[in-house]
């Protein structure tokens, strides 16, 4: 079947806009991650999904993010009010079983997020 | 605190030599350790991943690598390099949480050139 997709690739905003980042995990996957990909670093933890629980959300970076998975399978990141310190990649992965460290996490291409 | 350091930002190799690339770990317990790879405008995709057992790893496109507890160092390797390898590596760890799942920690990552 399909990987993980995400939508819009690419997206640019100003600053102060809000903007919505859509993950469409691999189908029947339990666990849903985001990472932050600021640029030339590695990915970082944003928050988790079991099915539609969200258990960790610790690497959120402001009270301007706020992520869903309202059925426990697409997830939105939305980011509110944004800041030029926002513009990054946002890479969202699933894997199939409940979140250890036996389970391949699977990535999408990610957004990249710009914004202006 | 967990951590995954990458000491080299960039190495450049020729076509048909052999690559090395460095990761050392800190992490309190038995690490799930991984290596991604990442091109240009594409997601992360998993090379290897090494849980327990034996210590040498084989994984996707010719790579392996080897888990050295003593020296908290899980290392990439590839005999002969292709053009097509040009590309970020990650390497990165599994850390466990209170709640029983998995997040990944990642290294800043290595960017491989391959020389023709």
């Known amino acids: 079947g399909a990987g993980v997709s995400q939508s819009p690739r690419y997206k640019v905003a100003k600053r102060g806009q809000d903007v919505a980042l859509r993950c469409d995990p691999i189908s029947g996957h339990v666990s849903l991650f985001w990472y932050q990909q600021a640029l030339g670093q590695g990915p970082e933890f944003l928050t988790y999904f079991q099915n539609e629980a969200q258990l960790d959300k610790s690497g959120l970076p402001s009270d301007r993010f706020f992520a869903e998975r309202p059925e426990g399978s697409v997830s939105t990141l939305k980011i509110q009010r944004t800041q030029q310190e926002d513009s990054a990649v946002y890479l969202c992965?699933?894997?199939?079983?409940?979140?250890?460290?036996?389970?391949?996490?699977?990535f999408g291409p990610g957004t990249r997020l710009t914004v202006l | 605190a967990q951590s995954v350091t990458q000491p080299d930002i960039h190495i450049t190799v020729s076509e048909g030599a052999s690559l090395e690339l460095r990761c050392n770990y800190s992490y309190g317990a038995t690490p799930y350790l991984f290596w991604y790879v990442q091109s240009p405008g594409q997601g992360l995709q998993l090379l290897l991943k090494y849980f327990s057992g034996d210590t040498l790893v084989q994984g996707i496109k010719g790579f392996e690598a080897e888990f050295k507890r003593s020296q908290s160092s899980f290392n990439l390797r590839k005999p002969s390099v292709h053009w097509s390898d040009a590309a970020e590596y990650f390497c990165a760890v599994a850390a466990m949480f209170s709640g029983g799942y998995n997040k990944l920690i990642f290294g800043a990552g290595t960017r491989l050139a391959v020389h023709p």
């Open positions: 992965a699933s894997s199939s079983k409940q979140g250890r460290g036996t389970d391949t996490q699977y």
